[in-house]
């Protein structure tokens, strides 16, 4: 299934396509089909409808035509990937994303959190209004409103997830900006070739079994001598507890180590992502530079800091899960630190002191 929306058009209309010679039921649990399996004459009706949605400004998108929905299929089972749509629960990339996974509520906390640093990395790259962009693995679509705001009402933000609960979060986002929404893979993107100026693409990359391969799928879908622009978080160890960095050192280690065995994966897979200029230059990338802006906070913590830290760091991915990788008294004390009733509470530490990278590595096609 695809699915697009769109705002700025004034109009909310929502579509889904379905493979020809497919059956319409359900194929994820979280979805609620607003449409019953459209015959092929209703889906040339959707389709015709959705170009003349925008008939004025073509953005070059194949998407919503069968054939589009057909050569993703092609792609797909030629590029070795599963089908998001037929296997919503199977394991597509490095780090467990299926079109059904669901971590939007983190993903949010994540971008009200480092939202100042993140729109830093964006003005660096000097967007101009009506340029095309391409947010590929949007999440929620936070940064898809930033950069849609830049490009203004004669350019394009375009959302891409693979993820269906992340593309459906990004809804509400999406229409406020005036951006819009589509529903796919990166190694297999129903997109035309050279049809956008930039692709922004934050902590995707790190989530492929092929970032060489994704990078370049990327790179085909940006026109001669426009650019791609990863983002990544974490290249350097995050600092959470600047007064113990014995148990920091721990936390990090137990951390890598639990998604070392979730993920069946060993030390180099997780941190091969800090090649990421590298990486860039050998997807045949011009012109490579990058940028580490620094995420830092200080006690007295804004709310969004707090937020993000106590619920998508504390308890969203350490608490309980540590207590296998850390001494008992190591994880009692982490406990304590993160427990808000507790005295110890780290974030109400007049001396809490939290650092994270943020590095963007820009390359011209
Ligand atoms: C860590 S999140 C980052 C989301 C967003 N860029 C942000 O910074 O908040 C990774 C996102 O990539 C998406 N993703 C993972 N593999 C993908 C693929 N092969 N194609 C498209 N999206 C993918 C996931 O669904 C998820 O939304």
Known sequence: MIQAASGRLGMAWRL???????????????????????????????TSFAA?????????????????????????????MRDPMTRPTTTLGLLGDTASRDYADKLRLFNAFAAPEIRQAIASLALKPGMRILDAGCGTGEALAWLADDVG??????????????????????????????????????????SVDLVWSVNVINHLRSPVAGLQALMA??????????????LLPDMYFAWDSR????????????????????????????AIAGLLRQAGLRDVHVR??????LAPLRLE????????????????????????????EVMRLCDPNHPDYALRRPDFHFLQSFTLAVGVV
């Open 16 to 46: 889904a396509a379905y493979r020809p010679g497919r059956s319409a039921t359900r194929v994820d649990g979280h979805m609620t089909h607003d449409l019953p399996c459209p015959s092929p004459e209703r889906q040339f009706f959707f």
């Open 52 to 80: 003349g949605v925008i008939p004025e400004r073509p953005l070059g998108l194949a998407w919503l035509t069968v054939e589009a929905i057909q050569a993703f299929g092609h792609r797909s089972s030629h590029s070795g």
């Open 153 to 194: 009402p004669d350019g394009a933000a375009i959302g891409m997830d693979l993820a269906t609960p992340h593309v459906r979060a990004a809804h509400s986002t999406a229409a406020k900006s005036g951006s819009l929404l589509l529903q796919g893979n990166i190694l297999a993107l129903p997109m035309v070739a050279a």
């Open 221 to 234: 879908l940006v026109r001669p001598g426009g650019r791609v622009a990863l983002g990544q978080s974490s």
């Open 247 to 274: 148990l920091e050192r721990l936390v990090n280690e137990a951390v890598r180590q639990y998604y070392r065995d979730r993920y069946q994966l060993d030390e180099r897979d997780l941190t091969s992502i800090r």
């Open 292 to 297: 580490t802006f620094m995420i830092e906070r």
């Open 305 to 332: 800091d707090e937020n993000y830290l106590l619920n998508a760091i504390f308890r969203g991915t350490w608490g309980s899960r540590l207590q296998a990788y850390l001494s008992s008294s190591d994880h009692e």
